[in-house]
């Protein structure tokens, strides 16, 4: 028993590690870097099931393989600051359902920009069970890079093993007006599940 603790704890670290670095290098910048693909048009994602239509007029990448393909990160030019992630991964922290996934990522982005969570409700994304939250600066804090971020989080079973895997589309901003925040619905709508192979 002690083993699967362990195992448990080693799973949900990689997983806190692998998303906080996918963050990490997203935010970096909006310029596709040595390691990134750029992406137009329909995005698929075949080992994780899902595509979603990149809005005209924003810049998407993706990692080059052979980089792990989780996503992408999305762009408005002219605006280094902001970025839309999506992503699909398998539920290696055992997060189990949407809404607990959809809690961690708002704790993640909580403790990072000293935000506070104004809303969650719950939300269908191509048929899944989803959670979106929206988080605001603190009427405290200062101005920030990042003042606003909204998410959704969607959690599927898939294959003969009911696989979990977990889809998130995560918009950073410095403010409610950003071009990623407008385009964040249209995003979500063209979200699509693939059928599983």
Sequence with gaps: MQLVKVLIALATLAASWRGATRRREAEAGAQAGENQVAVTGTYQNEKYAYSVQVPAGLR??????????????????????????????????????AETCAKRHAEFYKGKYGLRQLVVSRRVLSGLDAREVLLGPSAAAAPRRINYVTLIVAF??????????????????????????????????????????
Excluded: C, Q
């Design 60 to 97: 998407a990448y993706r990692m080059k393989a052979p980089a792990p393909n989780h996503g992408i990160d999305v762009h408005a030019p002219g605006n280094e600051t902001d970025v839309l992630l999506v992503d699909g991964s398998f539920d290696a922290a055992d997060y189990g359902s």
């Design 156 to 197: 599927r079973r898939v294959g003969s093993d009911k696989t979990p895997v977990i889809y998130s589309i995560d918009v950073l901003a410095s403010t409610k007006d950003s071009a990623l925040v407008k385009a964040f619905p249209a995003l979500v709508d063209s979200f699509r599940t693939l059928p599983w192979k």
